[in-house]
């Protein structure tokens, strides 16, 4: 009885260990250098919140930008959490920017919401600003897949939700300055090393660099073992 008991209180540990990983974000900076543009760029990338609460502290970064890259919501995300954490980024005061994952379209008001909170949603498409250009690829549209046209400004970033995109977008992708992307959250949950994702980070997916995030949020159960919530900075200057 006493093993049963011992085992038993092991076990919740574990699951309390987990509910806490899950739920406590990691702020990652990575700095990065681009030639041919001016000064610096700093943005915000954050993907797969799914039914966490972004963290009030975020909207106290100093960005340029904010990406959102997919999977902010899913089908048991109420208009009220969205809303929350869409008031946390709008705080921030700098445009924020929307490519969709394959969770996003579970919630029929996924786009309203966006629009009410003047994010711009990039579905194939391609944005350009003064400082930096920035290109949506939507694979889950309704709408037929094309690939947008590219910009010169620089820094470039590309954003697609799902790295193994990247399959049928190598040749398109191999100039960009920067791509993003999440949707495999490190795995989630793994053992001892081996879960059914590699870790996120910088990846080489088609010969091409890309940058892997675990993402924020969890889907299905809300634990993590020997992963990350987390959100990243990313600093872009000039080459020298």
Known sequence: MNKIWTVFLLVVAIIRYMGRKAMKPVRKVHMLTVSDMEGMVRLLFISDVHNNRIAERIAEENVDLIVIGGDFVDRRVSDKSMEYNLNILTKIGKPIYFIPGNNDREKE???????????????????????????????????????????????????????????????????????????????????????????????????????VSEGYGTSLLPLRLETNSEYHIFELQKLD
């Open 109 to 211: 008001t996924t786009f309203q919401l966006l629009q009410k909170f003047n994010v711009r949603v990039l579905s194939n498409e391609t944005l350009e600003e003064n400082d930096y250009s920035i290109t949506g690829i939507d694979p889950y549209s309704v709408e037929e897949v094309k690939k947008p046209a590219k910009s010169d400004v620089r820094p470039s970033i590309l954003v697609m939700h799902d790295p193994f995109q990247m399959q049928q977008m190598a040749s398109f992708a191999e100039d960009f300055d920067l791509i993003l992307s999440g949707h495999t959250h490190g795995g989630q949950i793994r053992f001892m090393g081996y879960g059914p994702y590699e870790r996120g980070g910088w990846k080489l997916f088609e010969n091409t660099r890309v940058f």
